[in-house]
């Protein structure tokens, strides 16, 4: 589950967006509802400038974390295209949404999609864009003066933070004020221990995840690897007002943390606010066994229409779905699509080979699988408190912590 804050609305969005509203008896708008704020919507404009002259104006209205409200009451306003970065509610909303045409159909069906998208042999949305979540970017500068290597194994990597703590350096950038970023680092943990049990929770139709011990052992990794003294970067008070962007910048641009963990669309954040350009590396997750595969989760934002559709509405999402559209988007960093592995920068490139390498340890993203379980409410929450009682604390707080943030979660699944 990808979420942003920020929130613009009616006219506010279009005088950002610098396309033109409905005005007296002219077409139309197409509304374009979407979850992204600053370079990523940013970019977003430049691949609607990408497609050339429309024959109606096209209305992008930022909803940040309020993007599931596109599927609300009908009225005058509604979104037309929803860019949605929780596909996990299309299964829960396809009774509002468009079916897809025979040849938009199949993208919805690659992969990890259909899962998802399709439903009862008709397709419900296009992907957009793919995010690799399990991707983490350090400063090598950082790592050379420590003498410690990206870890290919988890214990590895608690060796690694302390080393770094030990010479001085705070291990980790954690931008708890986005849950997102804490239920990520949770998959990661689940994933590259449990991949069966991750699988399961991910299809159950009633998820208790409380009652699942590998869940609870990803818990105590988790929190373990949090409350490692001098681990969080400006401790639990920074990391609970940092959302995303920050977390990076605290890396790359304040240079107080080695690393952060963070989906490739970090990367124009980290390009605009880097002091030294030169000094960007990147390792993902690595695997918590010799001999096993790396957990590699995987999310994105899928393209759905609210019916009805206006053919203005099904124009710009052919237009969209194009193969070059994203193109504008490629060119500044931080952008994946489904299925291609070149063309991007070289870390990017990387991340893009990973998600279709044979073997991996390949899941979507569980938080969003799990609908209200895994959001504000539920496991960005549960998720929250754990941090707030164990960041920096120390290995003595961890089994008492898992405890009380298990029966917080038994409180939402039931």
């Given at each position: 589950?990808?979420?942003?804050?920020?929130?613009?609305a009616?006219?506010?969005?279009?005088?950002?967006?610098?396309?033109t509203?409905?005005?007296?008896?002219?077409?139309?708008?197409?509304?374009?509802?979407?979850?992204?704020?600053?370079?990523?919507?940013?970019?977003?404009?430049?691949?609607?400038?990408?497609?050339?002259?429309l024959d109606?104006p096209?209305?992008?209205?930022?909803?940040?974390?309020?993007?599931?409200?596109?599927?609300?009451?009908?009225?005058?306003?509604?979104?037309?295209?929803?860019?949605?970065?929780?596909?996990?509610?299309?299964?829960?909303?396809?009774?509002?949404?468009?079916?897809?045409?025979?040849?938009?159909?199949e993208?919805?069906?690659?992969?990890?999609?259909?899962?998802?998208?399709?439903?009862?042999?008709?397709?419900?949305?296009?992907?957009?864009?793919?995010?690799?979540?399990?991707a983490?970017?350090?400063?090598?500068?950082?790592?050379?003066?420590?003498?410690?290597?990206?870890?290919?194994?988890w214990?590895?990597?608690?060796?690694?933070?302390?080393?770094?703590?030990?010479?001085?350096?705070?291990?980790?950038?954690?931008?708890?004020?986005?849950?997102?970023?804490?239920?990520?680092?949770?998959?990661?943990?689940?994933?590259?221990?449990?991949?069966?049990?991750?699988?399961?929770?991910?299809?159950?139709?009633?998820?208790?995840?409380?009652?699942?011990p590998?869940?609870?052992?990803?818990?105590?990794?988790?929190?373990?690897?949090?409350?490692?003294?001098?681990?969080?970067?400006?401790?639990?008070?920074?990391?609970?007002?940092?959302?995303?962007?920050d977390?990076?910048?605290?890396?790359?641009?304040?240079?107080?943390?080695?690393?952060?963990?963070?989906?490739?669309?970090?990367?124009?954040?980290?390009?605009?606010?880097?002091?030294?350009?030169?000094?960007?590396?990147?390792?993902?997750?690595?695997?918590?066994?010799?001999?096993?595969?790396?957990?590699?989760?995987?999310?994105?934002?899928?393209?759905?229409?609210?019916?009805p559709?206006?053919?203005?509405?099904w124009?710009?999402?052919?237009?969209?779905?194009?193969?070059?559209?994203?193109?504008?988007?490629?060119?500044?960093?931080?952008?994946?699509?489904?299925?291609?592995?070149?063309?991007?920068?070289?870390?990017?490139?990387?991340?893009?080979?990973?998600?279709?390498?044979?073997?991996?340890?390949?899941?979507?993203?569980?938080?969003?699988?799990?609908?209200?379980?895994?959001?504000?409410?539920?496991?960005?929450?549960?998720?929250?408190?754990?941090?707030?009682?164990?960041?920096?604390?120390?290995?003595?707080?961890?089994?008492?912590?898992?405890?009380?943030?298990?029966?917080?979660?038994?409180?939402?699944?039931?």
């Amino acid at each position: 589950m990808i979420r942003r804050r920020v929130v613009l609305a009616g006219a506010a969005a279009a005088a950002l967006t610098g396309c033109t509203p409905d005005v007296l008896g002219l077409s139309r708008s197409v509304r374009v509802a979407v979850s992204w704020g600053g370079p990523e919507l940013r970019a977003f404009h430049r691949v609607l400038d990408g497609l050339g002259k429309l024959d109606y104006p096209v209305e992008v209205i930022p909803l940040g974390d309020d993007i599931s409200t596109a599927f609300g009451a009908r009225s005058g306003r509604r979104p037309d295209l929803v860019m949605l970065p929780q596909p996990g509610l299309v299964p829960l909303h396809r009774g509002e949404l468009e079916k897809m045409p025979a040849d938009l159909a199949e993208r919805g069906r690659a992969r990890l999609w259909d899962e998802l998208l399709a439903q009862d042999g008709s397709t419900y949305g296009v992907p957009f864009k793919t995010a690799h979540k399990s991707a983490v970017w350090y400063r090598p500068s950082v790592f050379r003066k420590a003498g410690v290597r990206p870890p290919a194994l988890w214990e590895e990597w608690v060796e690694l933070n302390k080393a770094l703590s030990t010479s001085g350096i705070r291990p980790l950038a954690l931008g708890a004020g986005d849950g997102w970023m804490l239920t990520d680092f949770l998959e990661n943990v689940l994933l590259g221990t449990a991949p069966g049990a991750y699988r399961a929770l991910a299809v159950s139709t009633d998820p208790r995840a409380s009652r699942v011990p590998e869940f609870a052992a990803a818990l105590q990794r988790l929190a373990t690897l949090w409350a490692a003294p001098g681990t969080l970067a400006g401790g639990v008070e920074r990391s609970l007002t940092q959302q995303f962007p920050d977390a990076v910048v605290e890396v790359f641009g304040h240079r107080r943390a080695a690393m952060v963990a963070a989906p490739d669309f970090a990367e124009p954040v980290i390009r605009s606010f880097a002091a030294d350009p030169s000094d960007v590396g990147l390792f993902t997750f690595p695997a918590f066994a010799a001999g096993a595969a790396a957990p590699v989760v995987v999310g994105g934002d899928v393209m759905v229409l609210p019916r009805p559709a206006t053919d203005d509405a099904w124009d710009l999402l052919h237009r969209l779905a194009t193969p070059a559209s994203p193109a504008p988007w490629i060119e500044s960093g931080g952008f994946l699509v489904d299925g291609r592995t070149t063309g991007y920068s070289p870390e990017l490139d990387r991340l893009a080979q990973q998600l279709v390498a044979p073997g991996a340890s390949l899941q979507f993203d569980l938080s969003d699988r799990l609908g209200e379980l895994g959001g504000i409410n539920g496991l960005w929450r549960v998720l929250t408190d754990l941090l707030v009682r164990v960041g920096n604390r120390g290995q003595d707080v961890v089994p008492e912590a898992v405890r009380s943030a298990l029966e917080e979660l038994a409180k939402v699944e039931s």
